[in-house]
């Protein structure tokens, strides 16, 4: 379980000159399982049509089940490094919105995590299904 008392905005300096920054993304809300985000559609997230880049959609899934993933462990001892991740495009998102993201854990173990990605519309409809499997290594000491 995610530790309580992780507020979104602890979030802020793991995404500080890296691609989370670039694509502004923004944590949202943090539970006990899952962990929210939101990017804008706009000149730094869309393709030639002026539509989400499914590149995108998959920097925001990602991102969500990255860090989810490293505040499972003991950042001390351990780190997180994604194995595999897929993503289903299942409906487009214009420029001047936004996508949200939720990612809720399906496997905590000793060695890999998987969370479930889904990312929807300002209206809460499903735009992209992804899924990502992280492996949990231990620091070399």
Not at 27 to 34: M, N, W
Request: glycine share 10%.
């Amino acid at each position: 379980m995610i530790p309580a008392g992780i507020k979104p905005e602890h979030l802020v300096s793991m995404g500080k000159n890296t691609m989370v920054e670039h694509c502004e993304i923004e944590f949202t809300e943090v539970g006990s399982d899952y962990l929210c985000a939101k990017m804008p559609v706009n000149s730094k997230t869309v393709q030639p049509m002026r539509m989400l880049h499914g590149g995108a959609s998959v920097v925001l899934a990602e991102t969500l089940g990255s860090v989810g993933a490293h505040l499972l462990v003991n950042r001390d001892t351990h780190y997180c490094v994604g194995l595999e991740v897929n993503a289903n495009h299942l409906r487009g998102i214009p420029e001047g919105q936004y996508v949200y993201g939720k990612a809720t854990i399906l496997h905590a173990g000793k060695t890999t995590q998987v969370w479930e990605i889904k990312l929807q519309n300002a209206e809460g409809k499903l735009t992209c299904v992804s899924r990502i499997t992280m492996a949990v290594l231990e620091k070399v000491k």
